[in-house]
């Protein structure tokens, strides 16, 4: 079973993505923080990061520089509510961007397409 961790400070878009990603068959391990995010990926080795951009403290920008210097292989997709920072620099490290939808089909085919590979 493929490990997705989940990278997000609003409750209510982990418990909606939890949800519907567990049942397409994925494990989903949740982090509210990007500091939480770098521990869950050194101890529980995802095989994909789905990440926030705008958090408390770490936004997702440095999480994914971060991980990204400790992983280089890991796929992480940034999910934000936000579709202009897809134009920051620091977010073209990402393997893709999906903009938040109550509606998240986009990001489950996004998640599909990166843990076919």
């Not at 878009?13 to 567990?22: A, D, N, P, S, V």
């Not at 403290?57 to 897809?86: H, W």
């Not at 089909?105 to 998640?111: A, C, D, G, Y």
């Amino acid at each position: 079973m493929k490990k997705i961790l989940l990278v997000d400070d609003e409750e209510g878009i982990q418990m909606l993505y939890r949800e519907e990603l567990e049942d397409d068959g994925y494990e989903v391990i949740s982090a509210f923080t990007g500091e939480e995010g770098l521990l869950k990926v050194k101890e529980e080795s995802p095989d994909l990061v789905i990440l926030d951009i705008q958090m408390p403290r770490m936004n997702g920008i440095e999480t994914l520089r971060q991980m990204k210097m400790a992983k280089p292989d890991l796929p992480v997709i940034l999910c934000s509510a936000y579709n202009e920072f897809k134009q920051d620099l620091g977010a073209w490290a990402s393997d893709d961007y999906v903009v938040k939808s109550s509606d998240i089909s986009e990001l489950k085919e996004t998640v599909r397409k990166h843990l076919i590979k």
